[in-house]
């Protein structure tokens, strides 16, 4: 399964995905890489930032990025 079909399954799952669940999950190390391939394939996906605090207590910003729900992009990767 490709960097691209993962993103997609934990978005279709899980609603949303940012870097470190990537990261954590997956060993995807550059996912706003995969977004922007995914966005220029056209996937309708948006991005929201969400405040979280780091290890060293400040507050910080990070990216969510979420597949829209259009029917096409609805698709489930079940091949691999």
Known sequence: MTQKEI?????ER????????????YGIMRLGSV?????DEGYDIKTSMKSVTNRFGEKTAIA???LSNTIEQLRIFDNG
């Open 14 to 25: 899980f609603t949303v995905i940012t870097t470190w669940d990537a990261f954590k999950d």
């Open 7 to 11: 993103t997609l399954r934990h978005m």
């Open 64 to 66: 969510e990025y979420r």
């Open 35 to 39: 977004i922007h391939i995914l966005r």
